[in-house]
Antibody, heavy 123, light 107 residues
């Protein structure tokens, strides 16, 4: 059974940092591209970042570019999101999501999602 | 950036009736369009990809159609578990973008 379990969320002050993790199981993690998607309270979905299987392809939404860094450790079946210079508008549930794509640098939508971890940025 | 616009924002439907949800892209996304369902307090679930291909385990009452810039998700006979929020997403161009969602509620 495919499982994605996020952790690392919490309350942080504006300007602070947080590192999210996503532990994957039930599939060959190194073969799949991965994503972070977020959802502000009561709002819709926003794609945040994408990473290819060997980290050769990495993309970010403009709203987080220069502040967030996506990475992965295929030996540990884990995905990460380092978030720096956090702002109130970064407050959201952060989901990791497995990409359907097996083609480098391309996304074909997300077939599995974790349950999310809540990040709250507030003084 | 491709803007995805969903309509209506809220759709009131009786159980057993048909629901038709629309999604429009600001430019062509070819057939690179997916639909997701999200129930309250839960993660989204993939329903449809490639405009019309049902994801694994998705019932046949869900169908997708369209091309280019105009897309439709149809739920042929609404069941209680189908009352949820639905999002379309284009994956033709970076950044990937979602529509604002359509909430399907019980009439």
């Amino acid at each position: 059974e495919v499982q994605l379990v996020e952790s690392g969320g919490g309350l942080v002050k504006p300007g602070g940092s947080l590192r999210l993790s996503c532990a994957a199981s039930g599939f060959t993690f190194s073969s799949y591209m991965m994503n972070w998607v977020r959802q502000a309270p009561g709002k819709g979905l926003e794609w945040v970042s994408f990473i290819g299987t060997s980290s050769s392809y990495i993309y970010y939404a403009d709203s987080v570019k220069g502040r967030f860094t996506i990475s992965r450790d295929n030996a540990k079946d884990s995905l990460y999101l380092q978030m720096n210079s956090l702002r109130a508008e970064d407050t959201a549930i952060y989901y990791c999501a497995r990409d359907r794509s097996l083609r480098g640098g391309y996304s074909y939508g997300y077939d599995y999602w974790g349950q999310g971890t809540l990040v709250t940025v507030s003084p | 950036e491709i803007v995805m616009t969903q309509s209506p924002v809220t759709l009131s439907v009786s159980p057993g009736e048909r629901a038709t949800l629309s999604c429009r892209a600001s430019q062509s996304v070819s057939n690179n369009l997916a639909w997701y369902q999200q129930n309250p307090g839960q993660a989204p679930r993939l329903l449809i990809y490639g405009v019309s291909v049902r994801a694994t385990g998705i019932p046949a009452r869900f169908s997708g159609s369209g091309s280019g810039t105009e897309f439709t998700l149809t739920i042929s006979s609404l069941q209680s578990e189908d009352f949820a929020v639905y999002y379309c997403q284009q994956y033709n161009n970076w950044p990937l973008t979602f529509g604002g969602g359509t909430k399907v509620e019980i009439k």
